[in-house]
Every structure is written in C-alpha cells, then in structure tokens.
C-alpha cells in the first residue's frame, strides 16, 4: 500500500507540479519546493519498503503484464531515484536565485518557463527508472528528450538555439530509432515487459536487428563516443542549473535503460563479443573526451567534455559485469561512479555558473585572481575534481577501486590501463583551471557578488561527491536487492 | 464475384503502395519548399487510407485529422514566416540558417553517407521482417478477452484509456510540454485579421464552427464504442480553433492568459488526478472502481479533448499569444 503511493506519487507529484507551476507562472519555486518534499517523502517510503520487502511492483490499472503496464522498484532504480532526488533538490534551491540574479531583462521570462520544463524533466526522470516496459520506457524518453531541448533553449541566445535544434534532431531520431526497435521486439515476442521478455526472447535475427536499433537510439541519448558530438555544445550553452541537470541525470537516463535492455530482458543476446565493443567505444570516449577537455578555452566546454570522457567509464560496466568473477564488483562499481559523476557534474556545473555570475565570462586563462572573491565555489570545483580524478577517500575512487579490481580479477588488464590513463588526464584538466584558479592578478576586476545560496549548493553537491565515497557500502547493499543475476 | 473484389483491392492497395512511395520521395526532394509540403499534406492523406486498409480506422482518422491536416497547417504557416522574413530581410538568424540549409541542399558526400545508411538499414528491416519466427497476433486475444472488463467498447480507447493508460496520461503530458517548450521560445504572431472584410467566408465559418465542435463533441462520445476519441476530437477542435484564429475570432479569447493555462493543463491534471483518486479508492493506481470504468473514462477524455484540441490549435501561432506583465 504504501509502495502504490510512492510509486504513484514519484512520478505524478512533479508532473502535477509542472502543470501548476505553468499555470501561476509566479509561483514556480513554490510549487518545485512542494514537489521536492513530495518526492522525498515518497522515495523515503519506497526504500524501506526495498530494503524490507525486496523488489516492489505496481500494477498500474489493475492489469497485470503482458497487457498493462508494470512499475518495479529495485535497488538499482531506487539507487538513480536518490541521485535524481538530491541533484533536483540542489537545483530547486541554486535555480530559486540564479534566476533572478541574472544581469539581463529577459530573466524573469525566463524563470517563469524554467520551473514548469524542469519539473517536466524531472517527472520524466521519475517515470523512466521506475519503469518495467519498454514502450513505457519510450514514452519517458520522449518527456525527457522534450524537457531537455527546451531547457537549452531557454537561454535564448544564438548559439544555444543552434545546439538545441541539433540537440532535438538527435534526440528526434534516436527515439525514432528506439521506437522502431520497441515495434520489432512487440511483433517477435507479444509483449514489451521487460520481466517477460527475459524469458520469451530467443537470440534470432529479428531480435538483433531490433536491439541494434534500440541500442543505437539510446547511444546516441547517452552522448556514448562517436555519437557525443552533440553534447558538448549543448549542455555548455545551456544556463548553469540545466546544465547539471544535462549532466549529471539526462543522458544516465538513456544508460540506464541500456543496462535493462542488455542485463534483463535480453541478456541471452548479451554477449562477450557485444560487451568488448560497449567497452571499447567507452574506452575511446574516455581518452577523446579527456584530451579535448585539456583544450577547451572556456570553463562550461571543458566541464562538458569532462562528461564525454566520465560517461565512458558507465560502459566499462559492459565488458566487466557480465562475467560471473566478480560481476557484481563492476556493476555495484559503475553504478556507484555513475552516482558520483551526477554528484561532482552537478558542483562543477553549478560553480562554473557562480564564475560566470561573478566574472561575467568563464575563459579559463582569465581566471586568474577570482578566487579571493569566491572561496567556497572554488573550494567545491576542487573537491568535485577530487571525485572525478578518483582519489581517495571520494566516491569517484570508490567507483574505479571496484571497476579495477573487478578487470584485475577477470585479467582483463586493457581496461585498468584505460582508466589509469583517463585518471591522469582529469588530474591534468582539473589542475589546469584550479591554477588558473589560484593565481593572483594585482589588478583583477572586482567581481560581481554571489548569491551565498548559489555557492553553498555548489559545495553541498562536491561534499556528496566525496563523502558518498565513505558510505560506499550502503549503495552496493542496496544493489543487491533485484540485481539481474544470481 | 469475391475474387474479382480481391483481385481489385489488391490493385488498389499496390496503387496505393507506389503513391505513397513516389509522394514520399517526391516532397523529400523537391527543389520548391511549398510545392514539398503540399505533397507532404497528399501524403499523410493516402497513410490514412493505407491505415484503413489495413482495418485500423482509429489511426486512419488521427493521421489524416494530425499527422496531415494540423501538421500541414503547422509547416505552411512557418514556410509563410520564413518567406515574410526573407523579404524583410531579417538578419540570418538560426531559423534562416536551418531554411538555407534546407534550399542548398546538403554536400555530396553526406548525401553518399546518408543514402548508405538508410539503405543498411532497409536491408536490416528488410531481413529481420522476412524472418520473422511466428505470425503473432500481439496482444489481440489477451486484449479483446478483458474488453468487457474495461467499461468500454472499443478495444482501441480500452487500451488507451484502461490497460495502458498510463502510457496515454504521459502522452498527454509531452502534449503540454509541447506547448510550454514553443511559448517558452518565443511569442507568437497573431495571424492576419483581413479576413473579416470577407463577408462570405464569415458567414461560412459561423456555420462551419459549431459545428466542428460538435463533431468534436461527437467523436469523444462515440469513441467508447467505435473509432473516434480524444485525439481525434481534439483535432477537430483544433481545426476549429486554427480557422478562428485565422478569421480574427479569437482575440480576446487569446487574452484570457490564465484561462487558457488552465485549459491547457486540464488533462493532465484531471488524468492524474483521477489516478490518484483511483488509488484511494480501490488501492491500485489508474485502478478504476469496478464497473465504473466507462464513466470515468469520458471524463477523463473529455479534459483530456479540451486541452488536446487547445494545444494543437495554439502550437498554429508559433509562440506564446501576449505579452506577460
């Protein structure tokens, strides 16, 4: 009982909020507030529930699966309920000023539409790991794909119009992509439940050409290297709080939904060969996205391309978890780096909008003698690099420890060279702007003052990004609880 | 006698299957923007007579009332205000970008890239269609076996409205979202209010108004039992709302902002409200009571009509309508 009005409050709860929130226009941060406490009470029942009862569903309607749709709650999807809770949270409240602070008239417009749009994203969000159907699934996408393009487009200036319409003529034709599969899957195997597809689907030609298709819609969502030409400029144009929404969130939502496709319902299509090509592609995005971020001039790209390369590391899970040894070492592993990634993208992007608020441009070679001004947004971008770099004790190490040591137990060495590599390159790019950073310039601009709640959300999300890192044992806990493997 | 009539429709259906094909090709690579939509417009018309052939009436009736009416009206209108742009000679802005991008076409190469894909991937379906293991009926049996449980008739709406509504009330919500992404762009232009020195076309439309909505009103109704439904009804009311703008009718209407938000919003808040409603009641979300399925199901459909058919006719203005305070 409880369970049904998580479930059921999770996701109608911002949806409900969006709609009001578009309806008094003036009381947007009012109702995202509300939404905010609603989601975390129910996400609250939800988990003891989990961790009482094991795997929670809802059958919506009445009906039960192949013929109505199901909603399940395991850990993992209780695990990205959290993250989406925490980061939407932080949003709420850096958003509530951020707007509002800006220098320009178009600002109050502005704020008015970005309540109801990331209350819609953030329902989508709800909806999509909650879901246990892979049509279902479609329509969440489809929500998130909109939300998305429209919270870029918000900023209103050119080049963010620009890398919006790409933004949406991608998204456009992965869904059609995914969608297409969805069909093919429906015409072979008579349902779309992800629960009874794991028993009915057989490997054969028309289940492979529907799941290349699914596959490559989603990659192309989840920004996976060579399809992540459309992110960068994406999420560095968007305004700061939509860009850590972008981030962090966004594009694990299409990643997600991969690891129920190849690790669920069809996990008898799932194999070696199909893994090392998921980890070879998210091995290159970590070098490429690495290496372009060294180079970036501004802040925002380098922040964005620093996702390319993270987003990589979620598909070293492919190659790793599907092996018995140690299995469930890289799955709880990615999945607590995906977690730290959302945390440390959220800090990073949130304090790259504080240096643009503040120094009106985010160039990072004129960086230089900011930090006086404001300590604590540098302070969080550092701890942030901390997490994403890997070192001890942040979450980011606990993530790769786990990733390393499962590649080492299956002696799949490639990998820890990969990620080592990749590890010295973040340090490098962290580095570049914490120097930058540091320096003092004798006659350095005095700032614009920054908002004290834009700052300390910043540094809330960094903390997380390290101190989830000490509680590491409770996620992998929660993890087990519905994992898709004995 | 039946195998001269199978002969025929068989003819018919591969006339049908060539047009689709020559119209599809053709307003993909006409080098005249207008002359393309048209035959897009043409297009979605014979899809609809391609989906009743293949006996879904429900989809024939939404693709020739959206996906070629209301979209043909939607692209005529931004190909209208990409051409008035032009001759004013608004400095290139990315919509002017996008539109000579579309008129020079793309370079050779891409074009090789694309037709290779597209190709790779016919052969793919082609392949994976050909193989396909079982003739399956999908869900049909399942489907029509519960359809006396769902409050309705129509196996169609019992689907959309009762086994997956919850598919159908985020539909709704991308409706909305739809609309609040296009206000949030830009405002819209109000269009031409020339038309009332025409005193015929007035008359005309006082006729033709009424009396959309109550097809509108109709098609809800009878959706419970045969094709028709929210969609489709809304799309009428959309048409009709499109023809009211077009004709000046609609201005001060077009001022009430909090009314039409609310309108706007109404079917997702009525379809999620009585999912919430539903759970108290009998513990199940979108569980309706037993036995009241179809009462709740029109009230459901009819928020859902207004603001579908609101929707769809004001995404026509391209913009949100006033500017707010």
Known sequence: MTASWSFALLVLGPLMAAALAFVFPRRGRGVALAAAGITAGAWVGLVREVMAGGVQIQRVGGWSAPLGIDLRADGLAVLMLMVTGLISGA???????????????????????????????????????????????????????????????????????????????????????????????????????????????????????????????????????????????????????????????????????????????????????????????????????????????????????????????????????????????????????????????????????????????????????????????????????????????????????????????????????????????????????????????????????????????????????????????????????????? | MDREIAMMSHVFDWILVLLVLALAWRSLNDCDLFRGVIQFIALGLLLAVAWLRLRAPDVALAEAAVGSGLTGALILSALVRMRQRERRGVPASASSDTSRTLQSGTSNRSRVLIGALSLALLTALGWAVFRFSAQSSGLAVESLAKLPESGVTNPVTAVLLNFRAYDTLLEIGVLLLAIVGVWALRRGERPGDDLRERPLLMSLLRLLLPVLVLAAGYLLWIGASAPGGAFQGGALLAGALVLGLLAGLAGRFLRRERLLRTGLTLGVLVFAAAGLLALWRTGGLLQYPAGQGGAWILVIEAAALISIGLTLGLLYLGGRPEEEK
């Not at chain 1, 979620?314 to 945390?343: T, V, Y």
């Open chain 1, 91 to 486: 949003v709420t409240l850096y958003s509530g000023r951020y707007f509002r602070d800006a220098h320009d008239l178009e600002s109050a417009h502005r704020e008015r539409y970005f309540w109801p749009l990331f209350l819609f994203l953030w329902a989508a969000l709800n909806a999509l790991f909650l879901s246990a159907d892979i049509f279902n699934l479609y329509v969440t996408l489809e929500l998130l794909g909109f939300a998305a393009v429209a919270l870029v487009a918000l900023a209103g200036n050119r080049e963010a119009l620009k890398s919006a319409m790409r933004y949406l003529f991608v998204s456009l034709a992965a869904s059609l992509f995914y969608l297409l599969g969805v069909a093919l899957v429906y015409g072979q195997c008579a349902t779309v439940d992800l629960t009874l597809l794991a028993a009915k689907a057989q490997p054969g030609p028309t289940l492979w050409v529907a799941l290349a298709l699914m596959t490559g819609g989603l990659l192309a969502k989840a920004a996976l290297f060579p399809l992540h030409f459309w992110l960068p400029p994406a999420h560095a144009n968007a305004p700061a709080p939509v860009s850590a929404l972008l981030s962090a969130l966004v594009v694990k939502g299409a990643f997600y939904i991969l690891l129920r496709l190849w690790f669920e319902a069809f996990h008898s299509l799932n194999t070696p060969a199909v893994a090392q090509v998921f980890g070879g592609l998210g091995a290159a995005a970590i070098l490429w996205g690495s290496a372009n971020a060294l180079f970036q001039p501004r802040l925002k790209l380098l922040v964005a391309y620093s996702t390319v390369a993270q987003l990589g590391y979620l598909f070293l899970l492919f190659p790793l978890a599907a092996a018995r040894d140690g299995g469930f070492l890289a799955w709880s592993g990615g999945l607590i780096f995906l977690a730290a990634h959302a945390c440390a993208k959220t800090a990073m992007f949130l304090t790259a909008g504080n240096i643009l608020h503040a120094a009106g441009h985010d160039r990072i070679k004129d960086l230089g003698g900011i930090t006086h001004v404001p300590p604590i947004s540098t302070f969080a971008f550092g701890l942030a690099g901390l997490s994403l770099i890997g070192l001890p004790p942040s979450s980011g190490f606990a993530g790769k420890w786990l990733l390393l040591s499962a590649s080492l137990v299956q002696g799949q060495w490639w990998w820890v060279v990969v990620m080592l590599v990749g590890s010295l390159l973040a340090a490098a790019y962290v580095m570049r702007v914490l120097t930058r950073a540091f320096t003092r310039v004798p006659d350095a601009t005095a700032p614009h003052p920054i908002p004290p709640v834009m700052e300390w959300t910043a540094l809330a999300m960094a903390v997380l990004a390290v101190g989830f890192g000490l509680v590491a044992r409770w996620p992998a806990e929660l993890l087990r609880v519905g994992v898709p493997w004995p």
